[in-house]
Structures are given as structure tokens and as C-alpha cells.
């Protein structure tokens, strides 16, 4: 029971922080390693001229790439197990 309880309060954390970071996200992110990063940076430029001669590299910021470019919505159209 404690363990469904952490997760659900872990789950809940991340999806607050995800739509939080999502307002103000950067569309350049700075890797340090595979663990480290920093998405602060509007310009490819800047993150280029951050990472360099520490072994980084920069990557587009996937979040807020899908945050700009959500595909519509569609309606389902469902089958009717029958015919009328």
C-alpha cells in the first residue's frame, strides 16, 4: 500500500512539473553526459558555445518541440456492432 502511494504521489509530481515546464521551455538543450542537462537555451549557437571543450552536445528540446507541434485532435468514428 505505501509503495502505490509513493508512486502515485511521484506520478502526480511529474505530471505537474512536465505541464509547468512546458510555459517558459527553450528550444536548445545542453548535455553534459547521459544524466546532465540544462534547456535554457534559445539558439543553437549559445548551446554550442556552452557544451564546448566539455564534451557535450546539444539536442533539440523534445518537449517543447511537441508542445509547438501537437497534431490535432481527431474524433474516433466507432463501428456499430450492429446495422439499423
Not at 509503495?3 to 502515485?8: L, Q, R, S, Y
Request: hydrophobic share 50%.
Amino acid at each position: 500500500m505505501r509503495i502505490m502511494m509513493i508512486f502515485a504521489i511521484l506520478a502526480t509530481a511529474v505530471v505537474i512539473d512536465a505541464r509547468a515546464g512546458n510555459a517558459d521551455a527553450a528550444p536548445w538543450c545542453a548535455w553534459y553526459n547521459a544524466l546532465a542537462s540544462d534547456c535554457a537555451y534559445f539558439s543553437q549557437r549559445a548551446c554550442l558555445d556552452t557544451v564546448r571543450g566539455t564534451g557535450g552536445w546539444c539536442t533539440i528540446n523534445v518537449y517543447e518541440f511537441w508542445a509547438q507541434n501537437k497534431p490535432p485532435l481527431r474524433r474516433l468514428k466507432h463501428a456499430r456492432p450492429w446495422s439499423s
